[in-house]
Protein backbone atom coordinates (compact mmCIF):
# COMPACT_ATOMS: atom_id res chain seq x y z
CA UNK A 1 0.00 0.00 0.00
CA UNK A 2 1.69 3.72 -0.87
CA UNK A 3 1.77 6.27 1.38
CA UNK A 4 -1.03 8.27 0.07
CA UNK A 5 -3.48 5.19 0.16
CA UNK A 6 -2.41 4.37 3.43
CA UNK A 7 -3.31 8.24 4.76
CA UNK A 8 -6.52 7.54 3.19
CA UNK A 9 -7.12 4.32 5.06
CA UNK A 10 -6.24 5.92 8.14
CA UNK A 11 -8.82 8.75 8.03
CA UNK A 12 -11.17 6.23 6.86
CA UNK A 13 -10.15 4.04 9.74
CA UNK A 14 -10.39 1.45 7.80
CA UNK A 15 -7.80 -1.35 7.49
CA UNK A 16 -6.98 -1.59 3.75
CA UNK A 17 -8.05 -0.31 0.64
CA UNK A 18 -6.78 0.06 -3.03
CA UNK A 19 -6.79 2.45 -5.94
CA UNK A 20 -10.21 1.29 -6.87
CA UNK A 21 -11.96 1.64 -3.65
CA UNK A 22 -15.07 3.94 -3.86
CA UNK A 23 -13.98 5.39 -0.60
CA UNK A 24 -18.01 6.46 -0.05
CA UNK A 25 -18.97 2.84 0.89
CA UNK A 26 -16.37 2.08 2.94
CA UNK A 27 -18.02 1.53 6.80
CA UNK A 28 -18.27 4.28 8.84
CA UNK A 29 -18.49 6.22 6.07
CA UNK A 30 -19.71 9.86 6.99
CA UNK A 31 -19.07 13.86 6.71
CA UNK A 32 -16.74 14.17 9.19
CA UNK A 33 -14.59 11.56 7.34
CA UNK A 34 -15.72 13.36 4.03
CA UNK A 35 -13.88 16.45 6.26
CA UNK A 36 -10.81 14.51 7.25
CA UNK A 37 -9.99 13.96 3.63
CA UNK A 38 -10.69 17.34 2.34
CA UNK A 39 -8.23 18.27 5.48
CA UNK A 40 -5.42 15.87 4.50
CA UNK A 41 -5.43 16.37 0.97
CA UNK A 42 -5.16 20.02 1.48
CA UNK A 43 -2.56 19.76 4.39
CA UNK A 44 -0.57 17.03 3.90
CA UNK A 45 -0.57 16.75 0.00
CA UNK A 46 -1.27 20.27 -1.14
CA UNK A 47 -4.55 19.36 -3.03
CA UNK A 48 -6.94 22.14 -1.85
CA UNK A 49 -10.49 22.03 -3.45
CA UNK A 50 -13.86 23.04 -2.74
CA UNK A 51 -17.29 20.79 -1.79
CA UNK A 52 -18.49 20.58 -5.66
CA UNK A 53 -14.84 19.28 -6.61
CA UNK A 54 -14.67 16.70 -3.88
CA UNK A 55 -18.13 15.34 -4.49
CA UNK A 56 -17.62 14.18 -7.79
CA UNK A 57 -14.54 12.16 -6.56
CA UNK A 58 -15.81 8.32 -6.54
CA UNK A 59 -12.84 6.38 -5.68
CA UNK A 60 -9.25 6.22 -4.13
CA UNK A 61 -7.77 6.49 -7.63
CA UNK A 62 -9.39 10.10 -8.22
CA UNK A 63 -8.07 11.27 -4.70
CA UNK A 64 -4.59 10.49 -5.59
CA UNK A 65 -4.95 11.84 -8.98
CA UNK A 66 -5.96 15.46 -7.28
CA UNK A 67 -3.11 15.21 -4.53
CA UNK A 68 -0.79 14.15 -7.68
CA UNK A 69 -1.51 16.79 -9.86
CA UNK A 70 -0.88 19.61 -6.93
CA UNK A 71 2.16 17.52 -6.90
CA UNK A 72 2.83 17.75 -10.92
CA UNK A 73 1.93 21.12 -10.33
CA UNK A 74 4.72 22.51 -7.95
CA UNK A 75 7.46 20.38 -9.61
CA UNK A 76 6.39 21.80 -12.91
CA UNK A 77 5.75 25.09 -11.64
CA UNK A 78 2.75 25.49 -13.98
CA UNK A 79 -1.10 26.73 -12.38
CA UNK A 80 -2.97 23.48 -11.21
CA UNK A 81 -5.77 24.22 -13.66
CA UNK A 82 -3.47 23.24 -16.41
CA UNK A 83 -3.25 19.77 -15.48
CA UNK A 84 -5.58 16.92 -15.49
CA UNK A 85 -4.87 13.22 -15.59
CA UNK A 86 -5.39 13.17 -19.55
CA UNK A 87 -2.18 15.86 -18.99
CA UNK A 88 0.75 14.41 -21.47
CA UNK A 89 4.08 14.91 -21.57
CA UNK A 90 3.93 16.75 -25.45
CA UNK A 91 1.19 18.89 -23.91
CA UNK A 92 3.08 20.54 -21.43
CA UNK A 93 6.19 22.63 -22.19
CA UNK A 94 7.37 22.61 -18.90
CA UNK A 95 7.17 18.79 -18.22
CA UNK A 96 10.47 18.10 -20.15
CA UNK A 97 13.17 15.42 -19.80
CA UNK A 98 14.82 17.13 -16.39
CA UNK A 99 11.05 17.93 -15.00
CA UNK A 100 9.72 14.05 -16.08
CA UNK A 101 12.65 12.47 -13.89
CA UNK A 102 12.20 15.35 -11.55
CA UNK A 103 8.30 14.03 -11.06
CA UNK A 104 9.52 9.89 -11.24
CA UNK A 105 12.49 10.77 -8.21
CA UNK A 106 10.43 12.91 -6.08
CA UNK A 107 6.88 10.58 -6.76
CA UNK A 108 9.08 7.76 -5.24
CA UNK A 109 9.23 9.09 -1.35
CA UNK A 110 6.52 11.49 -1.68
CA UNK A 111 3.96 8.64 -2.54
CA UNK A 112 5.68 5.74 -1.72
CA UNK A 113 5.54 4.32 -4.73
CA UNK A 114 8.56 2.77 -6.77
CA UNK A 115 8.70 3.06 -11.20
CA UNK A 116 11.02 0.30 -12.83
CA UNK A 117 13.34 2.08 -14.44
CA UNK A 118 12.51 0.33 -17.49
CA UNK A 119 8.66 1.83 -17.34
CA UNK A 120 9.66 5.31 -17.14
CA UNK A 121 9.61 5.91 -21.00
CA UNK A 122 6.38 4.28 -21.00
CA UNK A 123 5.16 7.31 -18.58
CA UNK A 124 3.26 9.80 -21.09
CA UNK A 125 0.52 11.39 -18.91
CA UNK A 126 -0.56 12.24 -15.37
CA UNK A 127 -2.51 9.51 -14.63
CA UNK A 128 0.35 6.83 -16.05
CA UNK A 129 2.25 7.39 -12.91
CA UNK A 130 -0.88 6.10 -10.82
CA UNK A 131 -0.83 2.42 -12.55
Known amino acids: MNKFVKAVADVLEVE ?37 KFMTLKTVRDLWREAFIAFAADILKVPRVRLS ?11 DSVNHLRLVMEAEPRFGVRYPLERIPEIKRIDDFLQ
Open 85 to 95: GDAAYESIPEW
Open 16 to 52: SLDLDTAFRETEGWCSLKAFGLLVMLENDWGASMDIE
